[in-house]
């Protein structure tokens, strides 16, 4: 789809840092595979692209085979809580029912700067649950923040809750599903989850994430319509009169990595959440005066997309 690239305005993910002996360091080095990518290198060791490319001093996500590389991944021990992007110390000391000051006291920490992938010791805090109940939503949280933060998808929170919109209100209570994180659905390899993430987050930069959802879903819808291939991959890089269907193939774009939010949006839509309506395509009206696009069925617009079926 064409659209207009756009940088974005604020981060979804704010970047935080701490120390804790809560913290089990495992550091490794790998060995480039033939068919590695940094994305997947990072979900096999249980750490992010931005940590590997920082750790080894990478300037771009270009790897290659035989090449070799530091990898840090983190787990929390009982008792200790793996710091995720978005996270803040007042958020986390919420969720657990603790003060920031306790919070940190026990982590010995003289500011509140953080950093993803950390750990911190969570004062009181005891191992092996998954059920984080009742959830009362603070000032500046959103549906997408809540579900990194618990590690369930924006898609079970709203049916945990009997809620379609995305709207969310200071002092509203949620009930939080159990999750035991996210985990690749059935059928869906590593490179197809890649791949995805990777159109999704170059096709919309710049959008809310409920239209990054959307966007991820009419590339699925599109494996159950009859006009199009039936693998991930066929669909993406299919190519027709002469043109390719997402213009980040044609121009390159889709070799960049995928941002977390996309990665996020991935994984949502392929647990059944679809904004779109059943959408298989879509278009910025801006930039697109082809009269064919323009006279399909609408299903909804988010953002600078409009969303259609045919």
């Not at 305005?9 to 490794?28: D, F, G, K, R, T």
């Not at 599109?222 to 991930?232: A, F, Q, V």
């Not at 990595?257 to 298989?280: C, H, K, R, T």
């Amino acid at each position: 789809m064409h659209r207009t690239w756009k940088r974005p305005l604020i981060s979804l993910l704010a970047p935080v840092i701490l120390l804790s002996l809560a913290v089990l360091v495992e550091a490794a080095t790998c060995v480039v595979a033939p068919g590695d990518t940094l994305f997947l290198l990072a979900q096999r060791y249980g750490t992010t692209v931005s940590n590997l490319m920082r750790q080894n001093g990478l300037a771009s996500a270009t790897i290659y085979p035989g090449q070799r590389f530091t990898v840090t991944a983190q787990s929390a021990q009982a008792g200790g809580y793996v710091v995720k992007s978005g996270d803040t110390l007042f958020l986390i000391a919420k969720r657990y029912g603790i003060s920031v000051e306790s919070l940190k006291t026990a982590n010995s920490m003289t500011s509140d700067y953080l950093e993803a992938g950390r750990g911190l010791t969570i004062p009181g805090a005891s191992s092996g649950s998954t059920s984080t109940g009742k959830y009362t939503v603070q000032s500046g949280d959103t549906f997408y923040l809540l579900a990194v933060r618990f590690g369930t998808t924006i898609g079970a929170i709203q049916r945990a809750n009997g809620l379609s919109g995305t709207m969310l209100y200071t002092g509203q209570q949620l009930s939080i599903p159990s999750s035991g994180g996210q985990s690749t659905p059935t059928g869906i390899s590593q490179a197809d989850l890649e791949l995805l993430a990777r159109v999704v987050s170059a096709e919309s930069a710049g959008e809310p994430y409920i239209g990054q959802v959307a966007v991820a879903a009419t590339i699925l819808n599109r494996l159950n319509d009859p006009k199009y291939p039936k693998t991930i991959a066929d669909v993406i890089y299919q190519y027709t009169d002469g043109a390719y269907q997402y213009s980040p193939v044609m121009d390159g774009r889709i070799n960049e990595p995928a941002s977390d939010s996309a990665i996020a949006a991935v994984y949502d839509a392929l647990n059944g959440w679809d904004p779109s309506y059943g959408a298989n395509g879509f278009y910025n009206p801006y930039k697109t005066d082809n009269p064919w696009v323009l006279s399909q069925p609408v299903t909804t617009s988010i953002g600078d997309h409009v969303f259609f079926r045919y």
